[in-house]
């Protein structure tokens, strides 16, 4: 199995979301400033919602790989090509929620038309169905974290920007190869033009499960604030860059959320002092892949539990008991399988 996801790993950097985090260019006078937004949270790290943590909760977890954690043991046998793990955010919540039912159909590399699609996956022939197939009347909360894989907007920046210059060089080489002649920032443009994307989606979430509180998780800060590291293989310039589009990332998946009247959940403030170079403190991996703990530039177990803990202070309005160990949901709680 380790052989196997280290074959995939080349793959799905392409392709899925790495530092993290119809479409047109949004017209807000702050959006057309793209480039000189600060790498700050972009809003409150969310309010409560109606879902309660007690047993009856019908729970369906959608996402890409921040969502379904690849390389994050133990990997489940029901998900092949999704890279999902029995230790990743959805499983606690579900734990945590004490829910009746939980279904996690989150798959490494999607983006937001694989929910309405069957979805190419990763060392299978088998395409899982589209992940909306899993919501229904029925359900009572929906968490969903999808959108960096739009327009391949993280996966070129992993894929080659550690290799332009050592972290301790001078310059942003990574920021510049990303800007247009004309002196467009490629990638704060498509970041903002995820809204339009995550806009439709939600709608499309909202029509699948007309009933259910739906939790919009926003990315992880995975950069620091300032300053770079070997871990995180960017110039101290590229990491404030790509923090600035972690930051339109965001900002355009919580107006998104807003205009589907879901709740946004701020990852980026509840993981400051948890990047790539916090050492013990990270919640995500850095720069390399690691077999057993996470593909590079994602969250690793203790992320995952600390992401856990956010979402369901949103979902209820209190605050969870300490995560120790693996996640446990509900005896009986787990549907396995495609939807």
Not at 66 to 89: E, H, Q, V
Not at 129 to 157: C, K, M, R
Request: hydrophobic share 40%.
């Amino acid at each position: 199995m380790i052989q196997r996801l280290l074959l995939a790993a080349g793959a799905l950097l392409l392709l899925v979301v790495g530092v993290a985090w119809g479409v047109g260019v949004l017209g807000s006078d702050d959006e057309q400033r793209a480039g000189t937004v600060a790498p700050d949270a972009p809003g409150t790290p969310g309010t409560s919602v109606a879902a309660p943590a007690s047993a009856g909760l019908d729970y369906v977890a959608l996402g890409d790989s921040f969502s379904s954690g690849p390389l994050i043991p133990l990997m489940r046998n029901d998900a092949s090509g999704c890279f999902r793990s029995t230790n990743n955010y959805p499983a606690y919540v579900a734990d945590l929620l004490d829910v009746a039912s939980y279904r996690d159909v989150s798959c490494a590399g999607a983006v937001t038309s694989d929910l309405r699609r069957a979805q190419a996956v990763f060392l299978s022939d088998t395409r899982p169905p589209p992940q909306l197939d899993a919501l229904s009347d029925d359900t009572d909360l929906v968490t969903i974290g999808i959108g960096g894989n739009d327009y391949g907007l993280f996966g070129s920046i992993i894929g080659g920007c550690s290799r332009l210059a050592t972290w301790s060089s001078p310059g942003s080489p990574c920021r510049d190869s990303f800007t247009a002649p004309d002196g467009t920032d490629t990638k704060a443009r498509d970041a903002l033009r995820v809204r339009g994307q995550m806009t439709r989606a939600l709608a499309a979430v909202r029509e699948a499960a007309p009933r259910a509180d739906v939790l919009v998780v926003g990315y992880p800060r995975l950069m620091p604030e300032r300053g770079s590291c070997a871990a995180a293989g960017l110039t101290a310039e590229d990491v404030v860059w790509t923090s600035r589009i972690g930051v339109l990332l965001n900002r355009s998946i919580e107006r998104a959320a807003d205009a589907n009247e879901a709740t946004f959940v701020d990852l980026f403030r509840a993981s400051r002092g948890h990047d790539v170079c916090a050492g013990r403190d990270a919640w995500v991996n850095g720069r390399k892949d690691r077999p057993e703990r996470a593909l590079s530039f994602h969250p690793c177990q203790q992320g995952m539990a600390g992401v856990a803990c956010v979402v369901a202070e949103v979902a209820t309005g209190e605050e969870p008991p300490r995560i120790a160990g693996d996640a446990e949901p509900p005896e009986g709680s787990v549907v396995r399988g495609a939807p």
